[in-house]
């Protein structure tokens, strides 16, 4: 019996590694945002240092592991079969929750869903005790008010995050404008000494908070009371020795003073994590580990019967596991690429410039930006002119001082990278000290959602799309809470009815579900180098460069047009579901890959060099036709797919007969036009526009037949709808192929490929 469990405590520590590398990528947002984004380090320094703080938070966390034992449930009423089940039904769910989170990209908090998790696997539990009679209610088992202290902390780290972002990012660009160099010398070093006095006090409260030095002692007084007994001290003398300090080093070794708040900020926030979150990793396989190492501790004690009351005492957690924790998570930054996808999140919604947006528009976002423009337009007209035309000076990012290219450039600048991790800083500690709820990843990225509005980061052209964003993140944060409390009850309920065959079959449930989603996000990734790499292959582009990516880009497309038209047609005919999902698919994201490149028109314009200009008129027109032929693609496979998918009647004989003569016809058109465009033979555009033709006069044919046969009631609703709807993208098909090869033709005149 005991080797069973051995093996669910192994199964914990195996899952505790797997939750360790996911739980970091998802976490990593915290502290890693405001330094990548601004760019202030290479990537390899910010690594380093966000790793020594990990290290070192790491071995803070010991005092932080009472929560997975009891801070949710009552230990002491739950047998040793019965705890062993709730930790594994939370680190199953952990897994798969947190993993499904990473590879959408969107940062959730690890604290939140740890905490629904305990309490949704001890309520699975509860309610079978319930049931069988114990004579309690799930009430006297579970310690609601930690569940509701988290979903209070959860609105409270929102609202004052966001405001207090948004407040003190709009006083410090008043204060330094875009145009800070100046100013940094004249009173830098005031602004440095606040900044660092409130991150070396978020490390004394922040980092203290539940660890083991907490309690040492100084002057007969726990170290943890004596911080707050003398913090008005701690701040005075420290904001004088800074400020004195960071003078001396900008006079003497020309400091850069906002690269040293980023990068301290950085290592504080790593050691936060570290110190505070890593419970929510290694915490509950550690609780496992000691209720089984209590439970062989008394030989012959019957697994369903002996009561866990051990735990509710203090217990050391052994140093050399938060060594180990500890490294696991700084390999993971250095090495998980989806750390990086969930930062890329965070940053892209903060960035100061427009570019492709991930998010789309809804009704509430719109809305809210028509509100604040009117409101605006209200308090300029109130306020004196000359006070609008010195904020409107203040906030004119197009005056930095620093000059970038394309590459280089950073999403916003180190004044707001500081205040993101001073304002950061300060709301922690001050609600550590409060003893308030407030989770870390909701202050970080609230509070950089909060300074890039006041930085005017959402601007007319992004800020509806930035909105929505962060409405889904939080939204997200919300479901997390649900999917953690409903996941870990079904997970501990099967597997406590079950037994030991459902505890494996959710084990290998959970491996397949990390391991396919690491295969997908693999490719994924893959893809975007390739498209990272073409879009970074040339800092310059002349004419020719244009030139060869437009024939590469438009021979794609026909190729395309014809492999996925003749697909359609032929599965329409055979209602092959399948293959018409699939060449759904491709029409989906050739559709987006198109947009994404329109959305990214102007980063490509600016590296075109003066002389080589005229070629930007070209790759804008070939741009426009192939987002056109895309929309096409996508309204001809969508209601395809959607007839066959809702099961209506086939297609009849006509109709299949027309559609194939259509697709051998746009065949002949793409195969000819790679021939032309590959081989610079626009001498044969009359073939070309002979064959468009003859699909247009083909297809108005085809449209009388089936209104003919509709009227004589030859053909359903259903059929006649879809062919006619096919048939008149299919026509504006052909009028935007044309046109595609009529400007490659044009492009190619002005490269000298070719002349009439």
């Not at 203290?208 to 002057?219: N, P, R, V």
């Not at 009371?225 to 001290?233: D, S, T």
């Not at 036709?625 to 086939?650: C, Q, S, W």
Request: net charge neutral; glycine share 6%.
């Amino acid at each position: 019996m005991e080797s069973i469990y051995l093996v669910i405590v192994g199964v914990l520590f195996i899952l505790a590694i797997s939750d360790l590398i996911i739980g970091v990528s998802n976490d990593a947002v915290n502290f890693l945002n405001s330094a990548i984004g601004s760019k202030a380090f290479s990537f390899k320094v910010i690594m380093l240092v966000a790793a020594l703080g990990v290290i070192v938070g790491g071995t803070f966390s010991t005092g932080m592991m009472e929560v997975a034992r009891k801070g949710i449930f009552h230990p002491d009423m739950f047998y040793f079969s019965e705890i062993m089940i709730i930790f594994f039904a939370v680190m199953i769910t952990d897994v798969i929750l947190l993993d499904t989170f990473n590879t959408l990209g969107l940062p959730t908090s690890t604290t939140v869903s740890i905490v629904f998790e305990l309490l949704g696997a001890a309520v699975a539990i509860s309610m079978i005790k319930v049931m069988n009679d114990s004579g309690l209610t799930v009430a006297d088992y579970i310690n609601s008010s930690k569940a509701l202290l988290i979903i209070s902390g959860i609105l409270l780290s929102v609202v004052v995050a966001f405001l207090s972002g948004a407040i003190i990012q709009y006083v410090t660009r008043l204060i330094f404008s875009f145009r800070f160099k100046k100013k940094m010398k004249l009173y830098g070093a005031i602004w440095g000494g606040i900044s660092i006095t409130a991150i070396t006090y978020f490390i004394l409260i922040k980092g203290l908070k539940g660890s083991a030095y907490a309690y040492y002692e100084i002057d007969g007084v726990i170290m943890k009371k004596w911080v707050q007994i003398h913090a008005l001290e701690i701040i005075g003398v420290s904001m004088v020795i800074w400020t004195i300090l960071l003078q001396v080093s900008t006079l003497v070794f020309k400091l850069n003073i906002s690269k040293f708040i980023v990068l301290i900020g950085t290592f504080a926030l790593a050691m936060a994590f570290a110190g505070n979150d890593l419970v929510n990793f290694i915490g509950v396989p550690l609780a496992g580990y000691e209720s089984y190492l209590q439970f062989v501790a008394n030989p012959g004690a019957d697994p369903n019967s002996f009561l866990m009351t051990g735990l509710t005492g203090k217990v050391e957690t052994p140093f050399i596991f938060l060594i180990l924790a500890g490294a696991v998570m700084v390999v993971t930054l250095y090495f998980n690429k989806k750390a990086r996808r969930v930062i890329k999140t965070s940053v892209d919604l903060s960035r100061q410039d427009s570019g492709t947006e991930r998010f789309g528009a809804t009704i509430f976002s719109k809305s809210l930006v028509r509100s604040a423009i009117v409101v605006n337009k209200r308090l300029s007209a109130i306020m004196p002119q000359r006070v609008n035309e010195f904020i409107r000076k203040q906030f004119d990012d197009s005056r930095a001082e620093e000059v970038y290219t394309a590459e280089e450039k950073p999403a916003f600048d180190m004044i707001r990278a500081s205040v993101n991790l001073v304002t950061a800083s300060i709301l922690i500690s001050f609600a550590t000290s409060l003893k308030l709820p407030l989770s870390t990843t909701y202050v970080t990225f609230m509070v950089a959602m909060g300074t890039s509005l006041a930085d005017n980061a959402w601007g007319r052209e992004s800020a509806v799309y930035r909105i929505t964003g962060v409405i889904s993140i939080i939204l997200g944060w919300f479901f997390t809470a649900v999917a953690a409390f409903t996941m870990a009850f079904v997970v501990a309920y099967l597997s406590q009815m079950g037994g030991i065959i459902v505890v494996f079959l959710f084990v290998f449930i959970a491996a397949f579900a990390v391991i396919r989603s690491h295969i997908k996000g693999k490719k994924e990734d893959a893809a975007a180098e390739v498209e990272t790499e073409k879009n970074q292959r040339a800092e310059s582009l002349e004419t020719y460069d244009i030139y060869r990516e437009c024939n590469l880009s438009t021979s794609d497309t026909f190729h395309l047009v014809a492999d996925v038209y003749s697909t359609m047609v032929e599965s329409l005919a055979n209602e092959n579901r399948k293959d018409l999902k699939q060449v759904y698919k491709k029409a989906k994201t050739f559709n987006k890959k198109v947009k994404v490149d329109k959305d990214n028109i102007k980063n490509v314009i600016e590296r075109i060099e003066d002389e080589s200009f005229g070629s930007a008129q070209y790759y804008t027109l070939l741009l426009d036709y192939m987002r056109e032929i895309g929309r096409n693609m996508l309204f001809i496979t969508e209601p395809a797919h959607e007839h066959v998918d809702n099961n209506h009647k086939p297609i009849g004989e006509f109709q299949t007969r027309h559609l194939f003569e259509v697709s051998e016809l746009l065949r002949q058109f793409s195969s000819l036009a790679i021939e032309i465009i590959t081989e610079n033979r626009y001498d044969r555009m009359e073939e070309l526009i002979a064959i468009q033709e003859r699909i247009l006069l083909e297809m108005d044919v085809y449209i009388k037949e089936q209104i003919k046969r509709l009227k004589k009631k030859k053909s359903g609703t259903k059929n006649t709808k879809l062919f006619l709807d096919i048939l008149s993208e299919t026509k504006m098909l052909s009028f935007h192929m044309i046109n595609l090869v009529k400007s490659q033709r044009d492009l190619s005149k002005l490269a000298g490929y070719f002349n009439d």
